[in-house]
């Protein structure tokens, strides 16, 4: 269980808008996009104190460094 906001909140996010098979090359374009929406819905939709959004923006980040350098790596081919 994770909860919103959290690092691994947003590695499910993103890794469940990849597509779903594994041989799929995904680029840093398609990765990208997925990152800036999850971005978009943060500063745009979501209604918080702007500590918490600072929070949670670190936190998106910090997923997707984890993800670039090690998961999908793994899991996915990258260009």
């Given at each position: 269980m994770s909860f919103f906001?959290?690092?691994?909140?947003f590695?499910?996010?993103?890794?469940?808008?990849?597509?779903?098979e594994k041989s799929v090359r995904i680029s840093?374009?398609?990765f990208s996009v997925i990152a800036a929406r999850?971005?978009?819905?943060l500063l745009?939709?979501?209604?918080c104190e702007e500590?918490?959004?600072?929070?949670c923006l670190d936190n998106l980040f910090y997923a997707i460094k984890r993800l670039k350098g090690?998961?999908?790596q793994?899991?996915?081919?990258?260009k």
């Open positions: 906001g959290s690092v691994e909140y590695e499910k996010e993103i890794t469940e808008n990849l597509p779903p840093e374009e398609q999850l971005k978009k819905e745009d939709d979501f209604v500590n918490i959004r600072r929070e090690s998961k999908l793994t899991i996915y081919e990258y």
